[in-house]
């Protein structure tokens, strides 16, 4: 079955960095659709990031310049390197596919940017 598991959140200062990893399987990872993504307390969860299986990406303006999501098809996983945090993104951060019409979700990862 499919499953994605992150890694990587914790509490971070201003302007500090963190890298979060997604770790894939179930599925041919290779050809997929991944995507971040984050929920505030009291938001609906939105698009952080997305990269696809050609290594295209895009991300929301909000986080243009400062995170970098990468794939790495060898060992199924994906990654998301967040510099220049700020604490507006403070969020739960999801890995995503969509597979068959289907999104699929793993548990999250909290990202805490306080000083």
């Known amino acids: 079955q499919v499953q994605l598991v992150e890694s990587g959140g914790g509490l971070v200062q201003p302007g500090g960095s963190l890298r979060l990893s997604c770790a894939a399987s179930?599925?041919?990872?290779?050809?997929?659709?991944m995507g971040w993504y984050r929920q505030a307390p009291g938001n609906q969860r939105d698009l952080v990031a997305e990269?696809?299986?050609?290594?295209?990406?895009n991300y929301v303006y909000s986080v243009k310049g400062r995170f970098t999501i990468s794939r790495d098809n060898t060992r199924n996983t994906v990654a998301l390197q967040m510099n220049s945090l700020k604490p507006e993104d403070t969020a739960v951060y999801y890995c995503?596919?969509?597979?068959?019409?289907?999104?699929?979700w793993g548990k999250g990862t909290l990202v805490t940017v306080s000083s």
């Open positions: 995503s596919t969509a597979l068959g019409g289907r999104a699929y």
């Open positions: 990269i696809y299986s050609d290594e295209s990406t």
């Open positions: 179930g599925f041919t990872f290779r050809f997929a659709y």
